[in-house]
């Protein structure tokens, strides 16, 4: 009885001061109303922005836009202002419970409950304060953070966009009865808990495939993907054939034991590590052949595409490819500055040249399987020493000569093809499961 009695005086308060409306955006049940944002606020209204020097180091707390985040308001960069400016400004003073809401620019609609530690605040221009009556402050911030308020907004301006005050007392809303209130902010706080915890649970898959693909590699460059054939022909008859005078490891301090038939190498032994011929900037132009810096290779490493900024001229890309050559199918490219260590696999469709310095070419004379090599660099053993060679530099660099000195572990020929057919395989099924939890 007393809920029903309860619930008549704020139906009652809300009916007499609520105009009747006719053409309301949608039905609602017969216990709400709809009614205007004016009509359950005893205040709305925004302040403006003292003078620099009129702050404080501490004091009153002072909200600007950059304060206010739709899951509460943040303190880290608030500024303060005395309590004579706050006397001054006692017409915008915020209170706890109140709600501040961003009424321009790009944060336009971002909205925060002031929790009841903070006593008492102001705010700038850029900032509104709503002090809801009879409607539950939480009911209010989860009406402003809808889409429905979202679409109903009427902003102005067309450089910086607001939200004029009269604008946002006009907008409707509807009103369910108090009770009804509670019980929605309790639903509402539950399928929002449920929904973090889904996100965090993503989270965790995706941090724990990242880590599946790196203990997938791990194995692989240790013999324990696939299992070893005894009848492959031993990685170092390999390796006579390619550089006779290489030097034969089967084992490395720094790595550990490895399996039967595997060797211990430097890249510099398997493939003919170069640089590109340097281009000038005053070459460079917007089409013709594409040329590459090491902001391109890692796009394709990720995407598959990269974008066609830079291009060099037709004319010129057939001379530095007559005196000095210019990628091949097989060979790979490794972003060599900043973001190091990405590769790309040449392909037959592909014609462009790069950037000296930033990318540096793996020339596959030998033509060895490339994706086994390239998977080498995804690898914790070869990053490591990436980073190693790399302490001192300003920017992240490999160089030709240091790139050369890289240890890597060679297994026999088709061994090389049954891991990276394996890898393949289990890295599919793993960016299926991402994909699913991306829709």
């Given amino acids: 009885a007393g809920v029903a009695y309860g619930f008549g005086i704020y139906r009652s308060y809300i009916t007499s001061h609520t105009p009747h409306y006719e053409n309301v955006p949608f039905e609602v049940p017969s216990s709400w109303v709809w009614t205007t944002v004016e009509n359950i606020c005893s205040k709305i209204g925004s302040g403006s922005t003292p003078k620099g020097s009129n702050y404080a180091s501490e004091g009153i707390f002072f909200f ?47 909205c925060a ?36 308020f979202a679409k109903t907004m009427k902003i102005t301006g067309s450089g910086r966009e607001g939200l004029p005050k009269y604008n946002l007392e006009k907008m409707l809303l509807p009103i369910p ?95 003919d590590v170069v640089s590109a011929k340097r281009v000038l900037k005053s070459d460079w132009t917007n089409k013709g052949i594409p040329f590459y810096r090491a902001r391109e290779i890692v796009q394709l490493h990720k995407e598959g595409i990269a974008d066609k900024d830079l291009f060099i001229t037709e004319e010129l890309f057939a ?39 930033s990318v540096l070419c793996l020339r596959n004379v030998n033509k060895l399987n490339s994706q086994y090599f390239s998977m080498l660099f995804e690898t914790t053993f070869v990053k490591e020493q990436m980073h190693d060679n790399s302490k001192g530099t300003t920017v ?34 793993l960016d299926n499961i991402q994909k699913s939890l991306e829709v």
Wanted: aromatic fraction near 8%; glycine fraction near 6%.
């Fill in 177 to 271: 009865p108090i009770e009804e209130q509670t019980r929605i902010i309790h639903e509402l706080n539950k399928w929002i808990d449920w929904v973090k915890t889904i996100e965090e649970n993503q989270q965790d898959l995706v941090e724990t495939i990242r880590n599946t693909k790196n203990k997938i590699l791990d194995l692989a460059i240790h013999g324990k993907l696939v299992p070893q054939n005894p009848a492959d022909e031993p990685a170092s008859e390999l390796l006579k054939r390619i550089n006779p005078k290489a030097e034969i490891t089967c084992d490395n301090g720094q790595y550990g034991k490895i399996p039967e038939g595997w060797i211990m190498c430097r890249i510099g032994d398997l493939f």
């Fill in 64 to 110: 600007r836009s950059q304060n206010v985040y739709n899951d509460g308001v943040v303190l880290e960069d608030i500024k303060y202002i005395s309590e004579e400016v706050h006397q001054s400004m006692i017409g915008t003073e915020v209170l706890p419970n109140d709600l501040l809401l961003n009424i321009t620019g790009g944060s336009l609609g971002r």
């Fill in 396 to 429: 992240d660099t490999i160089t030709i000569e240091k790139l050369k000195k890289y240890f890597v572990p060679l297994p026999p020929p088709y061994e090389q093809h049954r891991i990276v057919a394996k890898i393949k395989e289990l890295f599919s099924s």
């Fill in 319 to 357: 001379e530095l490819k007559d005196k000095f050559g210019t990628p091949n199918v097989g060979d790979i490219m490794l972003s060599a500055v900043g973001s190091i260590g990405y590769t790309y696999i040449v392909n037959e469709k592909d014609s462009f040249y790069y950037k000296d310095a």
């Fill in 113 to 148: 409950i002031v929790p009841n530690e903070i006593d008492r605040g102001n705010v700038s221009q850029h900032v509104c304060i709503l002090r809801p009556i009879i409607v539950n402050a939480e009911y209010l911030h989860i009406f402003i953070l809808s889409s429905f």
